[in-house]
T-cell receptor, first 113, second 110 residues
Framework: AQSVTQLGSHVSVSEGALVLLRCNYS??????LFWYVQYPNQGLQLLLK??????LVKGINGFEAEFKKSETSFHLTKPSAHMSDAAEYFC???????????FGKGTKLSVKP | NAGVTQTPKFRILKIGQSMTLQCAQD?????MYWYRQDPGMGLKLIYY???????DKGEVPNGYNVSRSTTEDFPLRLELAAPSQTSVYFC?????????FGQGTRLTVV
C-alpha cells in the first residue's frame, strides 16, 4: 500500500528565509510524486510533480523538489520565502499516471514579515 | 474555460436529510474523483470514476453514492446525512498525471 508522511503540521519562516517542507513516502512500485498548494478557501493547485527522469523538479512560484529514492523522500524547497507563499501544502503519491492520489496530512506554512 | 465546477459552495443539512453535491468538468477528462478534507487529516478519496458508467469505491465510501452518466458530470449523493459527514468536499478530474480540483463544497450537518 502507498502512504505519505509529511513531517510538521505547521512550519513558520521569516520572509526571505529558506522554505523546507518534508515529505516521505512508501510505495511498492515506482511512485509518481506531487506537491499541491491550497490557499484559504480555495481548491488545490499543482505546484510540481515527479514522474520519471530528472530527480530535481522545478515548479511554479520558485518551488522545487528532489526525488531521493534511497531516502524515500520528496522534500519541497524554496530559497527565499515570500508573504504570498503562506498556504497549506500537500504531498501526494500515486501508482503511475492515472493512479488515485494518496495525500499526506498537509503542512501549513506561515511567513513572518 | 471553467475547469472543474462544484455546486453549492456552502450547505447546512439537518441530520437525516439527503442532498447531492454537483461536479462538472469541461476538459473532457475520463477520470474524476471525490475527496473529503478534514482539518489535519489531508484529503481522503471517497469515490472515483474512470469513465462514463464506471465508478469505484475509494478509502471512505460509506454513507455516499455516486453515478457517472456522462463524461462531464460526477454527482455525489448523501442519503442520510450524519454529523460525521461535516467536511469540505472536493471534486477533481485528471488527464495523465495531473489532477484539477474544484473550489470545494463546505458541508455542515447539524
Amino acid at each position: 500500500a502507498q502512504s505519505v508522511t509529511q513531517l510538521g503540521s505547521h512550519v513558520s519562516v521569516s520572509e526571505g528565509a529558506l522554505v523546507l517542507l518534508r515529505c516521505n513516502y512508501s510505495s511498492s512500485v515506482p511512485p509518481y510524486l506531487f506537491w499541491y498548494v491550497q490557499y484559504p478557501n480555495q481548491g488545490l493547485q499543482l505546484l510540481l510533480k515527479y514522474t520519471t527522469g530528472a530527480t530535481l523538479v522545478k515548479g511554479i512560484n520558485g518551488f522545487e523538489a528532489e526525488f531521493k529514492k534511497s531516502e524515500t523522500s520528496f522534500h519541497l524547497t524554496k530559497p527565499s520565502a515570500h508573504m504570498s507563499d503562506a498556504a497549506e501544502y500537500f504531498c501526494a503519491v500515486s501508482k503511475g499516471s492515472q493512479g488515485n492520489l494518496i495525500f499526506g496530512k498537509g503542512t501549513k506554512l506561515s511567513v513572518k514579515p | 474555460n471553467a475547469g472543474v465546477t462544484q455546486t453549492p459552495k456552502f450547505r447546512i443539512l439537518k441530520i437525516g436529510q439527503s442532498m447531492t453535491l454537483q461536479c462538472a468538468q469541461d476538459m473532457n477528462h475520463n477520470y474524476m474523483y471525490w475527496y473529503r478534507q478534514d482539518p489535519g487529516m489531508g484529503l481522503k478519496l471517497i469515490y472515483y470514476s474512470v469513465g462514463a458508467g464506471i465508478t469505484d469505491k475509494g478509502e471512505v465510501p460509506n454513507g455516499y453514492n455516486v453515478s457517472r452518466s456522462t463524461t462531464e458530470d460526477f454527482p455525489l449523493r448523501l442519503e442520510l446525512a450524519a454529523p460525521s459527514q461535516t467536511s469540505v468536499y472536493f471534486c477533481a478530474s485528471s488527464w495523465g498525471s495531473e489532477a484539477f480540483f474544484g473550489q470545494g463544497t463546505r458541508l455542515t450537518v447539524v
